[in-house]
């Protein structure tokens, strides 16, 4: 039963459990008191740290452990900001950035800062060029991603760490994604990593401070962890990540070839074998195991649903998948499709044949989901007059449509819009009336993908006017 | 070689083990995903909170799991603070509140709030009425232990829970030492509480909020747990905790009675066995395993280093063994002295035997250690004339004395003074001169051991002049 979303958390793995269990007996005293329990346990501490310190890259007094990568991601934000609270409350991020991350900024502005969110071009990555025009001389702080977690995107992190250093401003680059893979080079401040998204286990991450970097720690004083990482230290479970990002790294290599081959094999069979897929994130700077694509007309539910039922654990980050009714903002920025949407992140170890087998379930799962949904067939996709369709047009001149979809969710307003398109002539026009937040995002997509002109969203009763020039 | 010391961390119960063992292998995935391994994650979590929180006494939603106990701490104040801000900044707590809640207190009074510190007995306790005072109409919450981390005295907590609803104010309980032996009666409104203190694995804490109580998440935004705990759930950990909660739960009142009598052996035979000691703490309203005394003319970190060589792992609330060489704030608020102090907890399954060993060993550690120092042999103690001591008192008449103790650390300060207090007759006065930390806490301390008459403390240059006159 393949697992497929490395990229929330992967298996533990095999080495983190064994040196899990090893210093369960060794890690649980006080490693700040000094007899032989605790010493026992601080000196198995001193010894994660510095294997921790030797794979990011970094001294081990630049590196403590938190309790998760979030956590990681919050005190670096925070920290970083306090200690340079003189040059100013001022933060810059990508538009892809992790929650963490995004939402680090979000509690800046509430209280009294600002942050500025660099755009992505449509394979998600930042052009370092235009990130450092977003630098102000109130910047206090950078963040930026090493890769991204939906769609497996490089950031350009190298350069864009040598245009903050030659401004003065820290970088912070979240790690998580890729921290498995290799060191993040680069002249970065500081860094926020994750262990369960290496195969260690949940309950720790890892957050490195340069330095030199102005830092003060926020919240309640605590003398653990250098004052950066408030609570018992977790010895064994911080034991376990840091043996098995040494044992990660050593694999990572041939590992990595190994998965970019299968994920290769994905890219290019997931546009033969579906039709109306786009493959999004950039095709050769990305993270080895992970692809992203979107399929028209389907709901990301329903494909997650059939998936799993077929054996395959993926995740997606279409609106339809998510309580908050929100499409991704990964893929809201990249301005790609967001239905349909599924990421799949192969874990250590997946097989050719796992991946083979994916592939073979994979047309008819969406087949499936698109049939159930009354999409229209790949044929009728292409603009050919059909029977008026329902909901039924509203009366109007011939080469002007309405289509309501008030109330209605994602994917079915795209699938409406392209059930009618054909009935209008050439030069004619579509409007689609949505309240659907995805819509906003997808009928331009779908225009983009179809070669259709998307003339813009107006104002409309209960919802929003989507207009749709019919070109071929 | 016995470990002594449960109330900084217990060694791992073997339910917790084993429920780690077990969940490793379901627990690793997100939660929040609709896959599989994702349910099966979430059936963990869901489980694990049933049990806990039927093991505190309260609802499934009320309880969080945190990364710690301080973070539950931490959480649980900020976020009851915040949610009452209306109502004002103020916070009540005792003087003799675990690290975490007296931090949270200092962060809330440098960002403008404030607090008030209710005073304890001898015992360690504070009066319930003497609490209800502190309260204000602007007070936004109320901390209390359910039973302290250093001497093991239980508080009032039923008491005063009782006068705060009626109040009208939130009490939060830490109940950090006290959860595996039972949960927290009477009508409180927040608690806290940490799993490798019961048994459990590091890496989890507890935290409740009572229905109704107003509660607003401090940091950034996190939809993990409620919104109160930020950071990707360390499920393994969290099954353990619960599981071994439950375990020692049904243990506890067995264990807590053949505890207790151990103890009480340690409580009566301290007394008999150690001259100059003096046992702290309430001896009836206790911790069932949880025992502290001081010792006169020692050095805790001597002690702590002699008794670990004699396999004995304890620990001391003395200055002498912390880096900040501030003596502990808890025997500070108790009025009791603070060095030499010994702390005893025994994990579950302390037997007879290594109680009886430890009650061998330690007379003879702490004569070898009062020996090393040069302290009084305890019948040089009672007042007797004695050659002048060294350092060789100032030139000053016969009925006064001055020993010069500036740049000498505890114990040396209090050896000194009950070496030259037989010098000087009865009525007439020994002023140490000391920079020591301690000295101001240790010297009244040891008039009142002795029953001579602490006169007071003068500024002197380079320190404090202690004054005491001799009565017998």
Redesign the interface.
Known sequence: ?P?F?AA?????HPVA?QA??AS??EG???PA??????RRAALLLDAARETAAEAVGCRPDELVFT?????AV?SA??GALSGRRRVGRHLVLSAVEH??VL??A??LEAAGGSFTEVPVDRTGAVDPTAYGRALRPDTALACLQSANHEVGTEQPVVETAEICAEAGVPLLVDAAQSLGWGPVPGRWSLLAG?A?KWGG???V?LLVVRKGVRFAPQ????ERESGRA????????IVAAAASLRAVRAEAEAEAERLRALVGRIRAAVGDLVPDVEVVGDPVRRLPHLVTFSCLYVDG?TL??E??RAG????SGSSC?SSTLTPSHVLKAMGVITEGNVRVSLPSGTTGEEVGTFLDVLPGVVAGVRAKLGAPAPAATSPAPSPAPSPAPSPAPRDSLVVDALGRRCPIPVIELAKVIGGVPVGGTVTVLSDDEAARLDIPAWCAMREQEYVGEELADHGSAYVVRRLL
């Open positions: 039963m697992y979303d929330s958390s992967a298996p533990l459990r899990l269990h369960l007996d649980w005293a006080d008191r000094l007899y032989r329990e605790g309790s998760s990568g979030t956590r919050h934000v925070s929650s963490s939402h680090s979000a509690t994750s369960h286990p949940a309950g991450g919240g309640p004083v605590d408030a609570g018992f230290q977790n010895i064994p479970a539910e997650l649903h998936l799993d395959f654990s993926v995740s998948t």
